[in-house]
């Protein structure tokens, strides 16, 4: 059985498997944040030169062993075996684990690549079984260097990117991926081994935890990413709980990937996490998933820059008990129910709130910044510039969000 892999760079950075004999493709996405920076205005700094014999160089780690290829900046925790220039296939030769320029021809003009018709995107794809002397599997790392078409000539990109704020720097993992039903009659539990994630995130115990603080210090966190494949099911609200370890408060954010648009179809609000030393299972709220329609997303978790050595084993989504509170018990009859307890006023740029209930309120920016926090209150008022505002209602394990346009 042959398999074929295909390389897409564009805006964003797709790793699409396909199997030639069931027929059926599978979208790896890797990070839907690769999006190229332009260095002016000029349109031609996102397009390829058509005339040019590097459009890509693809790398290959194929066992994750630095030891047995080339080494390469700015990924020096790899090693690379293999290399796509132009259509052909080189094996690295040279000394292993050395930066020597050793390069031998395996198959020349066997690599297929098209360019769009706009320059925008190209497209490669190689049989697996071109890559002979060590073993492409169903894991190994890639790492890709775009040329593009620039104001002064051919721009060299890297993804991923040049970043010395980690030691450890590899290619993407390329894997088979593991899909997670998400159903309210279930306990869906996504854990670190099934995880895509940052690149340069520290992987040696990635079987049991997700380590985000893998930088030199503490401020490039919110650098790191990790990513699970799930199949929404049922769109519903699910209790959201978190197997973790730190040192001290944070924050993580959530956010929803279409599969098949590799598009964002949502960003949650902020949800804080307490300091935790030992690896333990602690509630976090809720998760609601009422708007999102049933189908394949990737579930993405980005952590903030705070000082607190977090460790993520896993995260757990399951239906919400009906007899946690009278509360939640409206909010899983119909999510909108809760409003009727909470009364919002505004008057030109005056907020006014008032509930029949004691809640923790906070106000985001619709970008997610938390501006104002207030603990166990049933009434606030606050003034508030013009703009679009998300009004988080928390209460027990019970959560309540209402947007707001003043």
């Given at each position: ?14 790793i ?8 059926e ?35 290959f ?29 080189y ?21 297929p ?8 995107s ?16 169903n ?33 993407y ?8 039903d ?15 994630f940052?690149?340069y ?5 990635i ?27 049922k769109?519903?609200?699910?209790k959201l709980?978190?197997?973790?370890q ?27 996490y ?5 690896m ?47 509360i ?30 004691k ?48």
């Amino acid at each position: 059985m042959k398999t074929k892999f295909y390389i897409i760079i564009a805006l964003v950075l797709t790793i699409t498997w396909i199997n030639t004999i069931q027929a059926e493709s599978v979208n790896n996405i890797i990070d839907n944040n690769l999006y190229r920076t332009k260095a002016s205005t000029d349109a031609n700094q996102q397009m390829f030169d058509p005339d040019a014999y590097h459009w890509l160089e693809v790398w290959f780690d194929s066992d994750f062993n630095q030891l047995t290829g080339m080494t390469l900046s700015p990924w020096e925790s790899a090693g690379f075996d293999y290399l796509i220039q132009g259509t052909s296939l080189y094996n690295y030769s040279g000394p292993p684990g050395s930066d020597q320029w050793n390069w031998n021809l395996l198959w020349q003009y066997y690599i297929p690549r098209r360019m769009s018709s706009d320059n925008y995107s190209v497209e490669y794809s190689a049989g697996k079984y071109l890559f002979t002397e060590i073993p492409l599997l169903n894991k190994f790392g890639i790492s890709v260097n775009p040329y593009y078409k620039g104001n002064n000539g051919t721009e060299k990109d890297f993804f991923p990117k040049k970043d010395n704020n980690f030691s450890s720097r590899k290619g993407y993992t390329v894997k088979p991926r593991t899909v997670v039903d998400i159903d309210s009659n279930l306990t869906s539990e996504l854990v670190s081994g099934n995880a895509y994630f940052h690149p340069y995130m520290n992987s040696s115990n990635i079987d049991n935890y997700l380590d985000f603080q893998s930088g030199n210090d503490y401020t490039s966190n919110s650098t790191l990413w990790a990513s699970w494949a799930i199949n929404l099911i049922k769109p519903s609200i699910y209790k959201l709980r978190m197997n973790y370890q730190c040192s001290n408060n944070g924050r993580i954010t959530l956010s929803l990937i279409d599969i098949k648009t590799n598009t964002i179809s949502k960003i949650f609000i902020p949800t804080d996490y307490n300091t935790n030393m030992l690896m333990s299972e602690n509630d976090l709220g809720t998760l609601d998933l009422t708007t999102i329609p049933a189908g394949m997303y990737m579930l993405k978790l980005k952590a903030s820059n705070t000082n607190s050595f977090l460790k993520i084993n896993k995260i757990i989504l399951s239906e919400i008990e009906s007899n946690t509170s009278s509360i939640t018990e409206d909010q899983r009859k119909s999510h909108v129910d809760m409003s009727d307890m909470i009364d919002i006023t505004i008057h030109k740029q005056s907020l006014k709130i008032v509930s029949e209930e004691k809640f923790d309120i906070r106000i985001f920016s619709l970008s997610g910044s938390m501006l104002h926090s207030y603990k166990n209150s049933s009434q606030i008022q606050i003034n508030l510039v013009s703009g679009v505002y998300l009004i988080e209602f928390r209460k027990d394990e019970c959560r309540f969000v209402k947007k707001i346009v003043i």
